[in-house]
C-alpha cells in the first residue's frame, strides 16, 4: 500500500476515494487547458482561477455573471446512459443568459457531485463542457469535483454551472429600447434544450417509446432527440452585435415565451408573436400529442422551436437574418413590438 494510500484509508472506508479523484483530475487536465484562451493566467489545480481580460478599446468594462444547472434533463442522462452531451447544456444555460445583455463568455466553471466517483462518467460529462466551451470561445477555468457517499442514488451526479462575460458599459442590450414597429426574429431550437424535462420524462415514461426505438417523424433513435444539447448561440450574436443595432435579447429557457419575454420589454410595449412563423421540431408535436397539450400551454413550457430571439429594427431586419444565416442559425420574423394597452405583453397569434 503506498503512503498516500495509508493517508486515506480511512476516508476510502468512508466510500471517498482520493487516488481516483486524483487519477481523474490528471486524466481531464489537458482536455480543460485546450480550453484557455490569452487572458487565463493559471493552470489546473489551484485553489482560484486567475483571469486578465482585454478590455483595450472598452469605454467602461461591465462584467456579466450566470448560473445555472441542467435540471432533470440529467434524469434522462442516467436512464440512456449518455454522458458526453449534458455538459454543452450546462455551458449554455450559463453562457446564452449572459449573451442576452451583450456580454461576450469570458470563463466558466462547473460543478460535478456525485455519490461515488466514477472517471470514465466523469470524463464524459467534462468533455461535454469542454465541447461547449470552445463553442463559445470561454475558458473553462476551474471547477470542483465533490464526493459525497450516500447523498446521491448509485449511478447520478448533479451539475451546476458558472459564467462570466464582459461588455462594454454604453454597449449593454437590456431591451429599454424596444419600440412599437421593431420586429423580433427567432433563432432556431435545437429541441426542449434544458427545459421542460420533468414533464418530458413523465411524457416518455407514459408513451410506451424505448430509447432505441425510432423517434416519430424523424430517423433518429429517441434517446438521440431527448437528449440532444442546448444550442449555443454566442459566436453567431457577437457576430450580429458587430453589425446590426440589436434592441433586445430573449434566451427562451422555463417559462416559454409566456415569462421570458417581458423580461426585456419596456412597459408600454406588447411583444405579438404570428404562430408558425418558424419550422416546428417534430418533438413539440409529439410533446404536445402525447401529453395532451394546448399550444397555449407547450409555449408555457418549452420554447417551441425558438431557443432565442433578437429585437431589431424594421429597416435592419434583412441584414440581421442575413447575419444568422451567414452563422450557420434557422432565423424567421417571427412578430413585431406594439404598444401596450391592456392584459397579457406577450401574444401569440394563431396558437390555438
Given at each position: 500500500?503506498?503512503?498516500?494510500?495509508?493517508?486515506?484509508?480511512?476516508?476510502?472506508?468512508?466510500?471517498?476515494?482520493?487516488?481516483?479523484?486524483?487519477?481523474?483530475?490528471?486524466?481531464?487536465?489537458?482536455?480543460?487547458?485546450?480550453?484557455?484562451?490569452?487572458?487565463?493566467?493559471?493552470?489546473?489545480?489551484?485553489?482560484?482561477?486567475?483571469?486578465?481580460?482585454?478590455?483595450?478599446?472598452?469605454?467602461?468594462?461591465?462584467?456579466?455573471?450566470?448560473?445555472?444547472?441542467?435540471?432533470?434533463?440529467?434524469?434522462?442522462?442516467?436512464?440512456?446512459?449518455?454522458?458526453?452531451?449534458?455538459?454543452?447544456?450546462?455551458?449554455?444555460?450559463?453562457?446564452?443568459?449572459?449573451?442576452?445583455?451583450?456580454?461576450?463568455?469570458?470563463?466558466?466553471?462547473?460543478?460535478?457531485?456525485?455519490?461515488?466517483?466514477?472517471?470514465?462518467?466523469?470524463?464524459?460529462?467534462?468533455?461535454?463542457?469542454?465541447?461547449?466551451?470552445?463553442?463559445?470561445?470561454?475558458?473553462?477555468?476551474?471547477?470542483?469535483?465533490?464526493?459525497?457517499?450516500?447523498?446521491?442514488?448509485?449511478?447520478?451526479?448533479?451539475?451546476?454551472?458558472?459564467?462570466?462575460?464582459i461588455v462594454d458599459t454604453p454597449k449593454?442590450?437590456?431591451?429599454?429600447?424596444?419600440?412599437?414597429?421593431?420586429?423580433?426574429?427567432?433563432?432556431?431550437?435545437?429541441?426542449?434544450?434544458?427545459?421542460?424535462?420533468?414533464?418530458?420524462?413523465?411524457?416518455?415514461?407514459?408513451?410506451?417509446?424505448?430509447?432505441?426505438?425510432?423517434?416519430?417523424?424523424?430517423?433518429?433513435?429517441?434517446?438521440?432527440?431527448?437528449?440532444?444539447?442546448?444550442?449555443?448561440?454566442?459566436?453567431?450574436?457577437?457576430?450580429?452585435?458587430?453589425?446590426?443595432?440589436?434592441?433586445?435579447?430573449?434566451?427562451?429557457?422555463?417559462?416559454?415565451?409566456?415569462?421570458?419575454?417581458?423580461?426585456?420589454?419596456?412597459?408600454?410595449?406588447?411583444?405579438?408573436?404570428?404562430?408558425?412563423?418558424?419550422?416546428?421540431?417534430?418533438?413539440?408535436?409529439?410533446?404536445?400529442?402525447?401529453?395532451?397539450?394546448?399550444?397555449?400551454?407547450?409555449?408555457?413550457?418549452?420554447?417551441?422551436?425558438?431557443?432565442?430571439?433578437?429585437?431589431?429594427?424594421?429597416?435592419?431586419?434583412d441584414e440581421t437574418l442575413a447575419v444568422?444565416?451567414?452563422?450557420?442559425?434557422?432565423?424567421?420574423?417571427?412578430?413585431?413590438?406594439?404598444?401596450?394597452?391592456?392584459?397579457?405583453?406577450?401574444?401569440?397569434d394563431g396558437a390555438d
Amino acid at each position: 500500500m503506498t503512503d498516500s494510500a495509508k493517508r486515506s484509508r480511512a476516508y476510502t472506508e468512508a466510500g471517498v476515494n482520493i487516488d481516483e479523484a486524483n487519477r481523474f483530475i490528471g486524466r481531464i487536465k489537458n482536455m480543460v487547458a485546450s480550453t484557455f484562451t490569452p487572458g487565463v493566467a493559471t493552470g489546473i489545480g489551484g485553489f482560484g482561477g486567475l483571469f486578465q481580460p482585454d478590455v483595450a478599446g472598452m469605454e467602461a468594462p461591465m462584467l456579466v455573471a450566470g448560473t445555472d444547472g441542467v435540471g432533470t434533463k440529467l434524469k434522462l442522462a442516467f436512464v440512456f446512459d449518455k454522458h458526453d452531451t449534458i455538459g454543452i447544456d450546462l455551458v449554455a444555460m450559463s453562457v446564452n443568459d449572459v449573451l442576452v445583455q451583450g456580454a461576450k463568455p469570458l470563463f466558466f466553471l462547473d460543478y460535478f457531485a456525485t455519490g461515488k466517483l466514477e472517471s470514465g462518467v466523469a470524463e464524459q460529462v467534462v468533455s461535454g463542457v469542454v465541447d461547449g466551451c470552445r463553442q463559445s470561445e470561454c475558458a473553462l477555468l476551474g471547477g470542483e469535483t465533490a464526493e459525497m457517499p450516500g447523498f446521491y442514488a448509485d449511478g447520478e451526479y448533479d451539475l451546476s454551472g458558472f459564467c462570466v462575460g464582459i461588455v462594454d458599459t454604453p454597449k449593454v442590450v437590456t431591451g429599454g429600447r424596444i419600440e412599437s414597429g421593431d420586429v423580433f426574429i427567432g433563432l432556431g431550437a435545437s429541441g426542449p434544450h434544458s427545459n421542460g424535462y420533468s414533464l418530458i420524462r413523465k411524457i416518455f415514461d407514459e408513451s410506451g417509446l424505448a430509447a432505441d426505438d425510432t423517434f416519430p417523424g424523424t430517423d433518429e433513435k429517441a434517446a438521440d432527440v431527448l437528449i440532444r444539447p442546448t444550442r449555443l448561440y454566442v459566436k453567431s450574436v457577437m457576430a450580429l452585435l458587430e453589425r446590426v443595432d440589436v434592441k433586445g435579447m430573449v434566451h427562451v429557457t422555463g417559462g416559454g415565451f409566456y415569462d421570458n419575454v417581458p423580461r426585456v420589454l419596456p412597459e408600454n410595449v406588447t411583444a405579438r408573436f404570428d404562430f408558425g412563423a418558424w419550422d416546428m421540431p417534430p418533438v413539440f408535436n409529439w410533446l404536445k400529442e402525447q401529453g395532451k397539450l394546448s399550444w397555449p400551454e407547450m409555449l408555457q413550457i418549452f420554447n417551441c422551436g425558438i431557443g432565442y430571439i433578437v429585437a431589431v429594427s424594421p429597416d435592419q431586419a434583412d441584414e440581421t437574418l442575413a447575419v444568422l444565416k451567414e452563422q450557420g442559425e434557422q432565423a424567421w420574423v417571427i412578430g413585431r413590438a406594439e404598444a401596450y394597452s391592456s392584459g397579457e405583453q406577450v401574444i401569440i397569434d394563431g396558437a390555438d
